[in-house]
């Protein structure tokens, strides 16, 4: 394929239109894996890297930092302007080890992860020093610091929200001040939601900050939650989509149709891991998709990709894989064009499934 580049959002980063996901480096993928992977991933055009302190994914103790930690020892050895590098900083979590992950000697005690200053700036600290450059040209907050249910299927729940978030000014002040040092490019957010969006451009514009140039939310044929409204105010703000999970963790591949375990698999390996992408109601979406797929000689990955590649409000698709092949499999996809007649087909089994990895109902 010959790779495409745009500008992400307002930023004059101007990333390949694939994003190397890196959250199995360190767990499914040890370190030389990881080189050569990240080495053909370039050799092939891609220039985005994303990661984040947490990974590898599932997040454990024993394992977090270990992802950032094998990309510094690849990235120290290349031309560090040639690779645009994403990471991230977690937010709001109870008795979490990544504050004292952050800390050298490394310290076991259970901390309150947050997205205040103190913390905020501890992570870039630790992150820069795991991936062993002076700067990160994306940092984004992992998950917002305020309750948002995201990591789990159901609807807003006024019970669970808590009166003591860190404020939007506190965040974005902070990112400022890391802007002013050099230490990172640009900034942006995951798993947030229109609300999040509007009060931290607001924020921004007030004090004098940098907007948001990014959004890293879960996208895919089954769940397009994202163009339900999150998609006029990034038009208007002009911030990218970066989807996570394009492949609904692998369930669009097809391969859980014919075999619900399939050796090696992420879902067999950690089967209560984001779980919900494999609920019935996907694997009756997936076998939908896949029909459509297969009348136009393709795929069901390929269809799934290549719809992510038409839409014109995402800066890059983020893709993992765990091995050289299926990297390449994936990145064919982004040489399909889909026609009119395909998106329509696409549309029509959305509106008979809907978004069949986000179930919306109150738990």
Excluded at 24 to 45: C, L, R, W, Y
Excluded at 58 to 81: C, D, H, Q, Y
Aim: glycine share 6%; net charge neutral; charged share 25%.
């Amino acid at each position: 394929m010959t790779m495409k580049y745009k500008n992400l959002g307002s930023s004059n980063l101007n990333v390949s239109q694939v994003c190397l996901g890196t959250m199995t480096f360190g767990e499914q993928n040890n370190e030389e894996e990881s080189f050569a992977i990240m080495d053909f991933a370039v050799s092939k055009g891609i220039n985005f890297f994303d990661t984040a302190e947490a990974y590898p994914s599932p997040i454990r103790s024993e394992t977090a930092g270990r992802t950032e930690e094998i990309i510094g020892s690849w990235l120290v050895n290349k031309p560090r302007e040639k690779i645009i590098l994403a990471t991230k900083v977690v937010g709001y979590q109870l008795n979490s080890h990544l504050p004292g992950n952050r800390k050298v000697p490394r310290s076991t005690e259970p901390q309150l992860a947050r997205l205040d200053r103190a913390n905020i700036e501890e992570a870039i600290e630790a992150s820069l020093r795991r991936l062993r450059t002076d700067y990160v040209d994306l940092y984004q907050f992992h998950w917002p610091d305020r309750y948002v249910p995201f990591f789990h299927t159901g609807a807003f729940d006024i019970s669970k929200v808590r009166k003591d978030m860190i404020s939007f000014d506190e965040q974005v002040l902070t990112i400022k001040r890391l802007i002013d040092a050099g230490k990172i490019r640009y900034w942006g957010v995951c798993n947030e939601t229109t609300y999040g969006i509007c009060r931290l451009v607001e924020a921004c514009d007030r004090l004098g900050v940098p907007r948001p140039v990014s959004i890293q939310n879960s996208y895919s044929l089954v769940n397009r939650r994202f163009e339900a409204d999150l998609i006029e105010a990034c038009y208007y703000y002009n911030i990218h989509l970066l989807p996570w999970s394009p492949l609904s963790r692998g369930a669009l591949t097809g391969k859980y149709l014919e075999n619900p375990q399939p050796e090696g698999a992420r879902h067999t390996l950690f089967p209560d891991h984001m779980s919900q992408y494999f609920s019935d109601r996907v694997m009756e979406a997936t076998k939908t998709y896949s029909d459509i797929a297969k009348r136009h000689q393709m795929k069901v990955s390929h269809l799934a990709l290549a719809f992510c590649k038409s839409r014109w409000f995402i800066g890059s698709t983020i893709v993992g894989s765990t091995k050289i092949p299926q990297l390449q499999d994936n990145l064919d996809a982004f040489d399909i064009d889909l026609n009119e007649n395909i998106i329509k087909e696409i549309n029509d089994a959305y509106l008979k499934h809907g978004d069949a990895a986000q179930p919306f109902y109150l738990e």
